[in-house]
């Protein structure tokens, strides 16, 4: 039995592939419902990659999880919501008859001479491999006593008067256009030399969308401390105190925004991996270097300096981690599928291309 | 010697690629400068298609025109506008140094017995093939005597007052669209049952970006009239009649927008093609059915029912149509260079993939 760990986007994805291949023994374990994560982010947020039904021609849309599949020609939007995203998945797990089981927490995961044993709150179950398929968003880095977490978000709406926001990454942009947009001032400390704002890897810098949203903010109501680390947040009933590295602190009445990022792994699986600088470290074909038998999907899967945490990235990996499963399992990946993959760019086996810079 | 006609993304990109392959024998000739029909878009106008720099993982810009490079990158911006692409086109040509002669209007394309006389401004000019390299927006429809046409339009800040919008394609919702924000009335006339909003292809429906605009107009100020055709507008000199296939008349003071498309080939060259239903008949390789030695390339193409009008796709017939010129002068293309092309999905000979439908 495989055991799939979340209904997102790679649980999903993972899903669909395995009925493709006629593997039915399989089963997703989701803590709440198919999509949960997506419905929790702030209503404002949106997919930072832009959704386009070009796979007719070769360029499947960087949201897609299935060869052939288009959310952009299912919901006919460009940008998509975490809402409808979350409806997205749904509709692929209920058409696709994926197995997912609802409500199922794992709260551990024990190895055992031959295959796990995972703890939930619906009891006990063995399975014969394990795939993570958490995604980060629900296993926010919580690093100060204080402070609102991009996580915690519902809805900017409820975020008035100015703020401190903490962080450079594309949380912290987006706190701040969305802040921006309400009209409150905003405090931006980071510890960046600059804002990063190109390299031709788009893991590593800013989206496209979310350069183009800064060019139309108004600069009037920011402030921006480059290359200042935040030491600490404190509180003492009324003011919020923010402590940089080299001392100075800042005073404000409202709840700091904190934009720290998200576990790669969630912290309650990490110490079946061997963890460096909080990143997994992994077999070529994504498997706990710990314990064979387990593996990584997802934005958090690194392979050396390659970071897949697009879908349109990590996609390309739920191929070569099933067929590394099945072959375990004496069973041959079938063509047909292997090839239908391979054609839509989702089975990405050399990494060496993934550093390409670009050219203009 | 091979003569490019125009300087555009098709222009450019098949100067391009010839550089690559070491071809120097080549000449672009462009009326204006490079990128010019760019220039003229109306100021608001956006590209449609999004740019995204995903070339590392496989997944080519939507509006690159050579492999490993990204608009999106470079530019730092998701929807271009036309001046910054007309500056991108510029950029590659001068950085890869691609011949380009400026300001020179090809009139006519003479067949001889061996290769073209090309009538220019500048002379004549003799090639063994021609490659047209037009695009089409500097060749509108113009079916009425009057009416603003969508390529006359410099900025819709130009055009006041309530209007009637001719049209149902990207250009008619793009002039709904900006007018809308404008806070101007429109009344919408087109020939479809409904506005298609839905199709696998999206050379056959509105764009991702367009349909989620679209979401954010005013409905109070659009009056949509399906499935009438208009047969004429006249002008006595305060009102302009705008008269449908069905007798109805609507009298307006401010001129009509006319958003009724483009030529696919330039008018004055239609004769070196047979032309159907305004589409060139063309081989299998894209060159004409009457000259062989002269090719479209560009959003003109047609091959049975694939349209090519988007860059992503046009851009896959650049080398087809080099390496079927080259094989002629009994030149093999560079395998490096043609394995660049094809990892990139920029050489498309199976046309039969191309109209995947959608799975979701």
């Not at 995961?109 to 295959?115: L, R, S």
């Not at 995972?118 to 995604?135: F, M, R, Y």
């Not at 409820?158 to 450079?168: A, F, K, L, Q, V």
């Not at 190109?198 to 903010?217: A, C, F, G, M, W």
Request: charged share 25%; net charge negative; aromatic share 10%.
């Amino acid at each position: 039995m495989i055991a799939i760990i979340g209904a997102g986007p790679t649980g999903i994805g993972l899903g669909y592939l395995l009925e493709q291949l006629n593997v039915k023994d399989y089963m997703i374990y989701e803590r709440e419902t198919v999509g949960e994560s997506f419905y929790t982010w702030p209503k404002e947020t949106k997919l930072i990659t832009p959704s386009f039904n070009g796979h007719g021609f070769g360029l499947l849309d960087l949201n897609a999880i299935m060869p052939d599949s288009s959310p952009a020609f299912t919901l006919k939007q460009e940008h998509i919501n975490g809402e409808r995203y979350g409806e997205y998945l749904q509709l692929i797990q209920s058409q696709f008859e994926i197995n997912v089981t609802e409500g199922c927490e794992i709260e551990a995961i024990e190895p055992q001479d031959k295959g796990f044993l995972l703890k939930s709150n619906q009891g006990d179950i063995e399975a014969d491999h394990v795939i993570l398929a958490c995604g980060e968003f629900n296993t926010p880095k919580r690093l100060f006593d204080y402070g609102i977490h991009y996580a915690d978000v519902e809805t900017w709406k409820d975020i008035e008067g100015e703020r401190i926001i903490i962080g450079s990454g594309e949380s912290a942009m987006d706190a701040l256009i969305n802040l921006n947009k309400q009209g409150e001032r905003v405090l931006l400390i980071h510890p960046e030399k600059s804002l990063v704002l190109n390299h031709h890897d788009p893991s590593q810098t800013i989206s496209p969308y979310t350069k183009e949203r800064l060019l139309s903010v108004n600069p009037e109501l920011i402030r921006v401390i480059n290359n200042k680390r935040v030491t600490n947040i404190s509180f003492d009933g009324t003011m919020y105190d923010v402590t940089l590295d080299d001392g100075e602190v800042f005073s404000t009445t409202n709840e700091p925004i904190t934009c720290t990022g998200f576990h790669t792994v969630p912290p309650v699986f990490q110490q079946l991996f061997e963890m460096e600088n909080g990143l997994a470290k992994l077999t070529e074909l994504d498997a706990s270097t710990k314990f064979p038998g387990l593996y990584l999907c997802g934005p958090g899967v690194r392979q050396s300096d390659v970071i897949f945490c697009f879908i349109y990235k990590f996609r390309q990996r739920f191929l070569v981690v099933i067929e590394d499963i099945l072959k375990s399992m004496g069973i041959e990946v079938d063509e047909e599928v292997k090839s239908d993959y391979i054609r839509q760019n989702m089975y990405l086996t050399d990494l060496s291309c993934c550093n390409t810079e670009c050219q203009c």
